[in-house]
């Protein structure tokens, strides 16, 4: 497993379009960290990983999702686009996991995290958890994205993009349904 490890830490390197070094550290350190999840699964869960056995491992999303989009805040030149989405469920509930499909074009800043993640409905809760399956480190340019994430509490999904220095929200799209979607509806084209 161990030459597996390296060829597709090779891999992530050699494909990245990203040229920083620092960039292609961490990616290796995500990609790493993934892989021991993976190479490990007898190890106790840790925060943030879905495990294998876990009764919402994304081998169980086999539903699509119906959703629709809803308001979204992009900054000039930004794009977010939200393709498919599927789940452990066949409807958004607490508890479901999620998996989004979308496409970026990154045109504000040089680097950027991507996130899915749940605003909350209630005014008085007060966070979620860190995910790496949630996140996605992206360049200046366009591409696709996979993003899964547990649903903890009731609320508001959303693919968002961070500024990686200052870690503020730079643009947002809102996606759901019923009560779990902000803003006005929209159909995806």
């Given at each position: 497993?161990?030459g597996?490890?390296?060829t597709?830490?090779?891999?992530?390197?050699?494909?990245s379009?990203?040229?920083?070094?620092?960039?292609?550290?961490?990616?290796?350190?995500?990609v790493?960290?993934?892989i021991?999840?993976l190479?490990?699964?007898t190890?106790?869960p840790?925060?943030?990983?879905?495990?294998?056995?876990?009764?919402?491992?994304?081998?169980?999303?086999?539903h699509d999702?119906?959703f629709v989009?809803?308001?979204?805040r992009?900054?000039e030149g930004d794009l977010?686009?939200?393709?498919?989405v599927r789940?452990?469920?066949?409807?958004?509930e607490v508890?479901g996991?999620y998996?989004?499909?979308?496409?970026?074009?990154?045109?504000?800043?040089?680097?950027a995290r991507?996130?899915?993640?749940?605003?909350s409905?209630?005014?008085?809760?007060?966070?979620?958890?860190?995910?790496?399956?949630?996140?996605?480190d992206?360049?200046?340019?366009?591409?696709?994205?996979v993003?899964?994430r547990q649903?903890?509490?009731p609320?508001?999904?959303?693919?968002?993009v961070?500024g990686i220095?200052?870690?503020?929200?730079?643009s947002?799209?809102?996606?759901?349904n019923?009560?779990?979607?902000?803003?006005t509806?929209r159909?995806p084209?």
């Amino acid at each position: 497993m161990h030459g597996f490890t390296v060829t597709l830490v090779f891999l992530v390197v050699l494909l990245s379009s990203c040229t920083s070094q620092a960039h292609l550290e961490q990616r290796v350190f995500q990609v790493e960290k993934r892989i021991e999840a993976l190479e490990n699964p007898t190890s106790p869960p840790r925060r943030g990983i879905v495990h294998r056995d876990h009764p919402s491992a994304p081998e169980r999303i086999v539903h699509d999702v119906e959703f629709v989009l809803g308001e979204d805040r992009l900054a000039e030149g930004d794009l977010l686009e939200v393709l498919s989405v599927r789940g452990d469920r066949s409807t958004f509930e607490v508890g479901g996991t999620y998996q989004v499909h979308g496409r970026y074009r990154l045109a504000s800043r040089e680097k950027a995290r991507l996130s899915l993640s749940v605003m909350s409905s209630d005014p008085d809760f007060g966070g979620s958890i860190a995910n790496p399956l949630a996140t996605m480190d992206v360049c200046r340019g366009e591409g696709h994205f996979v993003l899964t994430r547990q649903f903890s509490y009731p609320g508001y999904p959303q693919v968002r993009v961070y500024g990686i220095d200052s870690g503020r929200p730079v643009s947002a799209l809102a996606f759901g349904n019923g009560e779990w979607l902000l803003g006005t509806t929209r159909r995806p084209d």
